[in-house]
């Protein structure tokens, strides 16, 4: 598991301010983890931006990497200045992390269901860049499937397992009942739709902005949640001060707005609440006389943890078996070149045993054009099949011995050396 390495800034240890200097789109996610790949920076790596976190995940082999330095450098910070916000893990306690990560046991609003897609989401583009080596598919796939077991097998007593739902949950608090209460939500993503979904089943009455072309085609009403109004991003300040609620939570690298936006409008009580990473509202904003701004770190709540000991102990004994089972798979990879060598001598010797026949059927020169390759193929993956069932099927400590055996008896007496009998 030594290969294994992840640096990054949380909730934790960092404002929102902090995190937002670390944060990345997804376009500048791709951006770099593909330019990471084309200049050979990296072997493996998955990029996890999210509201609450920015980390880098590598699979560093025998390379010396310090992925903190790399998020600086493609940030263009000083990584000495920002030293101490580093999260820094490795082997076990980097794959312990992301296990507990997967199920929302280290997110700020403890046990939220978001973080899951949100690491699905992260691994689908590290494929798209052609950055998920072996090693990053394994660990991510492994994490995905323990996050599903978890929130399947195990109850986290919340009520509110989303932001969106603390949102809801804050604006009760500041203003009492939401029926009929006049909410804008800036923006229509998967964080948007959830706030507006969420205040529409309180019974507040919801307006989305919308933009009228995405990627050059005209936005589907369907994008617009069942009892929400819409109109244009454009129009979204015409009556702002109509609205007791606004809510943003776009991906826009720009204020969706600032304090000049609200300059000589009147507010009475309004709570904004800012619900993006980077943030949409220029914190400027709240000191808008009548408005009161809140920002991510407003919506978490720390006594969650305490209330959930019976479904954390749960949740950490189905952990330890998938912890486990990459425990035994990364035990494996020592024996790789083992595998490889029993897989390709064993090859090679079936081809062989079968040229006579094969050439007598087809004629020698269609049998290696067509025939060889598929047979080479078959075989490897059958040998290969075999050889990786030991990892399930024998103690660990008589991997080597039994791999060690089958490589002699590989060698030995082969057509391919001319001594088969």
């Not at 493996?44 to 999210?50: P, R, Y």
């Not at 990473?277 to 808008?288: S, T, Y």
């Not at 425990?327 to 070149?337: K, L, Q, S, T």
Request: hydrophobic fraction near 40%; aromatic fraction near 4%.
């Amino acid at each position: 598991m030594m290969e294994i390495r992840m640096a990054g800034i949380d909730h934790q240890n960092a404002s929102i301010q902090q995190r937002e200097a670390f944060a990345f789109t997804k376009a500048q996610a791709r951006r770099a983890m593909e330019r990471w790949k084309q200049i050979g920076k990296l072997e493996g790596c998955l990029l996890l931006s999210t509201c609450n976190r920015t980390e880098l995940w590598i699979s560093a082999g025998g390379q010396d990497i310090d992925p903190f330095s790399v998020l600086c450098e493609e940030k263009g910070m000083d990584p000495e200045r920002f030293r101490s916000l580093a999260v820094n893990r490795q082997g076990r306690e980097a794959v312990t992390h992301l296990l507990q990560l997967s199920c929302g046991l280290k997110s700020r609003i403890y046990g939220e269901n978001q973080i899951l897609s949100q690491i699905r989401e992260a691994l689908e583009l590290s494929r798209e860049c052609g950055c998920d080596d072996m090693v990053i598919e394994k660990l991510f796939q492994t994490a995905i499937s323990a996050g599903k077991r978890v929130k399947t097998q195990v109850k986290i007593e919340t009520a509110d397992p989303s932001a969106a739902r603390n949102a809801k949950v804050l604006l009760k608090e500041k203003l009492g009942s939401l029926e009929n209460l006049p909410c804008l939500i800036i923006g229509n993503g998967q964080m948007g739709r959830l706030v507006a979904n969420t205040l529409t089943e309180a019974g507040a009455q919801v307006t989305m902005t919308l933009r009228k072309r995405i990627h050059g085609t005209q936005i589907q009403d369907s994008i617009v949640p069942d009892g929400c109004c819409m109109i244009d991003y454009e129009d979204r300040l015409e009556h702002l001060e109509s609205y007791k609620v606004v809510i943003s939570a776009t991906l826009s690298p720009h204020f969706t707005i600032t304090a000049e936006n609200a300059a000589g409008k009147h507010f009475d009580s309004a709570v904004w609440i800012d619900m993006a990473v980077p943030r949409d509202i220029d914190e400027q904003a709240g000191e808008i006389p009548g408005v009161s701004l809140y920002n991510m770190d407003d919506l978490g709540s720390a006594s969650l943890e305490a209330r959930n000991e019976k479904s954390l102990r749960e949740s950490m004994e189905i952990l330890e078996d998938y912890r486990e089972e990459l425990e035994r798979w990364f035990a494996f990879r020592e024996h790789i070149d083992l595998v490889k060598n029993i897989s390709q001598v064993t090859t090679e010797d079936a081809c062989k045993r079968m040229e006579k026949s094969v050439s007598q059927v087809l004629g020698e020169e269609l049998q290696r054009a067509e025939i060889y390759p598929a047979i080479e193929t078959a075989v490897d993956k059958a040998v290969e099949k075999l050889l990786f069932g030991l990892r399930d099927t024998l103690p660990q400590q008589e991997w080597k011995a039994c791999l060690c055996a089958l490589e002699e008896s590989a060698k030995r007496d082969t057509l391919k050396t001319g001594k088969a009998k």
